[in-house]
Nanobody, 122 residues
Framework: QVQLVESGGGLVQAGASLKLSCAVS????????MAWFRQIPGKEREFVAG????????QYADSAKGRFTISRDNARNTVYLQMNSLKPEDTAVYYC???????????????WGQGTQVTVSS
């Protein structure tokens, strides 16, 4: 069974950086498109960034462009989200997801991690 485990969340001040990691086990990460979503209580899960299995194609939400970078190391079966210039509105639970192609539609993704909390104070 495929498992995704996120790490790297925490409490930071506005303007700081965080790097999230998502460790994939059970199947080679390279066979999956990977994505990061985030969710605030009471709101739908929101696409943040996605990356193709070979790492060539990437897609970002407008809110992430210029500040966040998604990357992957298939040799380590790990996907990353580097978040710079964090804002209070970035506060959310961040989820890692694996699926067949990059899409902003969360239901397309087959496997999900448990999430990691990111809190940005002003």
């Amino acid at each position: 069974q495929v498992q995704l485990v996120e790490s790297g969340g925490g409490l930071v001040q506005a303007g700081a950086s965080l790097k999230l990691s998502c460790a994939v086990s059970g199947r080679p990460a390279s066979i999956f498109t990977m994505a990061w979503f985030r969710q605030i209580p009471g709101k739908e899960r929101e696409f943040v960034a996605g990356i193709s299995g070979n790492g060539i194609n990437k897609q970002y939400a407008d809110s992430a462009k210029g500040r966040f970078t998604i990357s992957r190391d298939n040799a380590r079966n790990t996907v990353y989200l580097q978040m710079n210039s964090l804002k209070p509105e970035d506060t959310a639970v961040y989820y890692c997801a694996a699926g067949p192609y990059i899409t902003t539609v969360s239901s397309t993704y087959v496997f999900w991690g448990q999430g990691t909390q990111v809190t940005v104070s002003s």
